[in-house]
């Protein structure tokens, strides 16, 4: 799922910004439901204005440019990670998949693993294998999570950054202002697969109020957050 991502979009060639996302994507996978996967967690930052945050199933994260852009503070870019370590965790990528592709990859490969693959039976386990994947992948680039799983993934974005020491704010001021700069006409990256803004925040807003005492922003972080991210042009 990652490398056909990658065929779509160039990673953004910043070892300082590569390294921070990093950090503190794995940091907060440690605090999350699922703190290790088959592959590990992982994250990349994408070459790309489009404004948009992707998680392939097994951990591999993408932010783009454009989105790193709009944070305005470490707590922000925190809360989006936090998102998508949450489909991640609860394996909704894995829940795109239509069941009947996913059957019969798993009938090919139950059939057949006992014994070398002949061209035709390689073209039948090929052929179900990019059914899986194209499933995956158009949720995350072309047609976006169902409303549920996103409501599921920002309560778990709440929970996750509290865990890890970060005030849940980032992700209501993001939603705030992605909510004041959505687009008039065809909407693009992140206003494409994610559900309006407006019927996150008050989802959102609650979940936090529900909390009580939260971590606070330090301006340590914000500090951290502006050197990481002063070299993105």
């Given amino acids: 799922t990652a490398a056909l991502i990658l065929s779509k979009y160039k990673l953004y060639p910043n070892a300082v910004l590569s390294a921070y996302v990093n950090v503190m994507g794995t940091a907060i996978a440690w605090s999350s439901d699922r703190p290790e996967t088959y592959g590990g967690y992982h994250f990349a930052v994408l070459d790309t204005e489009e404004v948009n945050a992707m998680a392939a199933p097994g951990g591999l994260i993408f932010v783009t440019k454009g989105l790193v852009r709009r944070c305005a503070d470490e707590e922000t870019l925190a809360a989006i990670l936090a998102h998508e370590i949450g489909h991640v965790a609860e ?6 998949i239509k069941k009947s592709r996913l059957l019969d990859a798993f009938k090919v490969i139950g059939s057949e693993a006992s014994r070398q693959f002949n061209s035709e039976e390689l073209a039948k386990v090929t052929a179900a294998f990019e059914g899986v994947l194209g499933d995956v992948v158009q949720t995350l680039v072309e047609r976006g999570y169902d409303r549920k799983l996103e409501y599921e993934a920002d309560k778990l974005a709440v929970d996750y950054a509290v865990r890890t020491g970060y005030s849940p704010g980032g992700l209501t001021e993001f939603l705030t202002g992605m909510e004041e700069s959505k687009p008039a006409g065809l909407a693009a990256g992140w206003f494409k697969t994610h559900p309006s803004a407006s019927d996150r925040l ?15 922003k330090l301006d340590a972080r914000t500090a951290r957050f502006a050197a990481a991210v002063k070299s993105v042009r």
Avoid: D
């Fill in 202 to 216: 008050t989802r959102v807003k609650a979940e936090i109020a529900a909390l009580g005492t939260v971590p606070v």
């Fill in 91 to 96: 394996r909704h990528g894995l829940q795109s």
